[in-house]
């Protein structure tokens, strides 16, 4: 039997790092996705080996079912209808059986997205062979929510592949989970982010689970229907950063600074809140669609103010800054920083030409530019054939 998944990536268009302070934020799903493939051997094979195949990267990783077994038996594997966090002392035996794979240097950042995946394999199929494959459209580690599309996706894959889980498996084409399912996916999920980030918020693997654009704030979110058109230019610096990095630097400024951080993530949480009340009003309401672009953008501006009060900016992100506004542009960085994406708003009088030449001069810095569909549907999985 093969299951597939895939599960889309995100923009943040308020609140990242505030987010895990207790602030409010607002995510969109974006239509790049991570896909896994789960394939179990015949019974007739004599396999004991469960492979984790990143096909983009290159890189095939093997471990023998017996010694991962040796490894983790003793927790109960698996226990796929209850969610728990990897402890300390078992993240450290699963290092162990990663660091057997002599990862490349240059590919180490994969150690801790194989470490999820052995969580959760683990946790949800226990020690069963299997062929596991993974592709993505996203680029790694740049703000676009590839751990939380990876572990939403590997999840669903996992799941989808239980008799207790209610899916039709005689579907053709991509299928959507229950409600309920989506749930206990999206808490998995959440398990696997803790092992990449450290300390994540959920809002990306909650995005990246249920789609659309979401106002989230301290594990809750609530879908926005937009009322307005919203079109993002996302540029690439391709300066590579680490969320867990970024993510725990934020901590230690809060620690030393605890209430000049607290008016920060309280200044971010009011902007999340208004750029959602802009977004959901109806139009034509008392302000215009143009009226409603220029207040997004003066709040995106705030939000990139306040992104560098808490050191997560980047001289890559301050350059897309300056050459978005010599266009009369606004924009912020999305997802850590550190370098990684920045979002520019395309207001919807502006001219294609305009487009064009910012998008020439951002790529003439080396970054690369794309605009994503945002807002559609969540993580699917399928069964039978795609057309
Ligand atoms: N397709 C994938 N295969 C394996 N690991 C992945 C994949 N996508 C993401 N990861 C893991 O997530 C890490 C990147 O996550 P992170 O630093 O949070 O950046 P972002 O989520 O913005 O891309 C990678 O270094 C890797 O460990
Ligand atoms: C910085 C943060 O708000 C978002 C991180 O997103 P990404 O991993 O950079 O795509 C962390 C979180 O919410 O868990
Ligand atoms: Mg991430």
Same mark, same amino acid.
């Given at each position: 039997?093969?299951?597939?998944?895939?599960?889309?990536?995100?923009?943040?268009?308020?609140?990242?790092?505030?987010?895990?302070?207790?602030?409010?934020?607002?995510?969109?799903?974006?239509?790049?996705?991570?896909?896994?493939?789960?394939?179990?051997?015949?019974?007739?094979?004599?396999?004991?080996?469960?492979?984790?195949?990143?096909?983009?990267?290159?890189?095939?990783?093997?471990?023998?079912?017996?010694?991962?077994?040796?490894?983790?038996?003793?927790?109960?594997?698996?226990?796929?209808?209850?969610?728990?966090?990897?402890?300390?002392?078992?993240?450290?035996?699963?290092?162990?059986?990663?660091?057997?794979?002599?990862?490349?240097?240059?590919?180490? #950042?994969?150690? *801790? @997205?194989?470490?999820?995946?052995?969580?959760? =394999?683990?946790? /949800? %199929?226990? &020690?069963?062979?299997?062929?596991?494959?993974?592709?993505?459209?996203?680029?790694?580690?740049?703000?676009?929510?590839?751990?939380?599309?990876?572990?939403?996706?590997?999840?669903?894959?996992?799941?989808?592949?239980?008799?207790?889980?209610?899916?039709?498996?005689?579907?053709?084409?991509?299928?959507?989970?229950?409600?309920?399912?989506?749930?206990?996916?999206?808490?998995?999920?959440?398990?696997?982010?803790?092992?990449?980030? #450290?300390?994540? *918020? @959920?809002?990306?693997?909650?995005?990246?689970? =249920?789609?659309? /654009? %979401?106002? &989230?704030?301290?594990?809750?979110?609530?879908?926005?229907?937009?009322?307005?058109?919203?079109?993002?230019?996302?540029?690439?610096?391709?300066?590579?950063?680490?969320?867990?990095?970024?993510?725990?630097?934020?901590?230690?400024?809060?620690?030393?600074?605890?209430?000049?951080?607290?008016?920060?993530?309280?200044?971010?949480?009011?902007?999340?809140?208004?750029?959602?009340?802009?977004?959901?009003?109806?139009?034509?309401?008392?302000?215009?669609?143009?009226?409603?672009?220029?207040?997004?953008?003066?709040?995106?501006?705030?939000?990139?103010?306040?992104?560098?009060?808490?050191?997560?900016?980047?001289?890559?992100?301050?350059?897309?800054?300056?050459?978005?506004?010599?266009?009369?542009?606004?924009?912020?960085?999305?997802?850590?920083?550190?370098?990684?994406?920045?979002?520019?708003?395309?207001?919807?009088?502006?001219?294609?030409?305009?487009?064009?030449?910012?998008?020439?001069?951002?790529?003439?810095?080396?970054?690369?530019?794309?605009?994503?569909?945002?807002?559609?549907?969540?993580?699917?999985?399928?069964?039978?054939?795609?057309?």
């Amino acid at each position: 039997m093969e299951v597939k998944a895939r599960a889309p990536g995100k923009i943040i268009l308020a609140g990242e790092h505030a987010v895990v302070h207790g602030s409010t934020a607002v995510a969109a799903c974006i239509d790049l996705y991570t896909y896994v493939s789960l394939r179990f051997p015949s019974d007739s094979d004599d396999d004991d080996t469960l492979k984790l195949v990143l096909k983009d990267m290159e890189l095939n990783f093997s471990w023998s079912v017996t010694r991962i077994k040796a490894t983790l038996s003793h927790l109960g594997s698996p226990f796929p209808s209850t969610p728990t966090t990897c402890s300390m002392e078992v993240i450290k035996s699963i290092a162990v059986l990663v660091d057997e794979q002599n990862i490349p240097e240059a590919k180490i #950042g994969l150690s *801790s @997205g194989a470490t999820a995946f052995l969580w959760l =394999y683990t946790s /949800i %199929i226990g &020690f069963k062979p299997a062929t596991v494959v993974v592709t993505s459209d996203l680029p790694l580690g740049a703000g676009l929510g590839s751990s939380a599309a990876f572990c939403v996706s590997l999840t669903a894959a996992l799941l989808g592949s239980l008799n207790s889980v209610h899916l039709d498996k005689n579907h053709q084409g991509w299928l959507t989970y229950g409600e309920s399912d989506l749930d206990l996916l999206n808490k998995w999920a959440f398990e696997g982010e803790k092992i990449i980030h #450290g300390k994540p *918020s @959920g809002l990306d693997n909650t995005v990246s689970t =249920y789609g659309n /654009i %979401i106002k &989230f704030r301290s594990g809750n979110m609530t879908c926005i229907k937009s009322n307005m058109p919203l079109k993002m230019l996302i540029t690439n610096t391709k300066v590579g950063r680490n969320t867990r990095a970024l993510v725990a630097g934020v901590s230690e400024r809060s620690m030393r600074h605890p209430d000049a951080m607290s008016s920060v993530f309280n200044a971010v949480d009011s902007i999340s809140k208004e750029l959602s009340t802009i977004i959901e009003s109806p139009t034509p309401d008392d302000l215009s669609i143009t009226e409603k672009e220029e207040r997004l953008e003066e709040l995106m501006e705030m939000n990139q103010g306040l992104l560098q009060c808490m050191g997560v900016s980047h001289s890559s992100i301050e350059t897309v800054l300056r050459t978005t506004l010599k266009f009369k542009l606004a924009s912020k960085l999305t997802g850590a920083g550190g370098g990684g994406c920045a979002l520019t708003l395309l207001p919807t009088l502006l001219s294609a030409t305009v487009v064009e030449k910012v998008t020439t001069e951002l790529e003439t810095c080396g970054f690369q530019c794309l605009i994503a569909g945002i807002g559609g549907t969540g993580v699917e999985v399928c069964f039978g054939g795609l057309s």
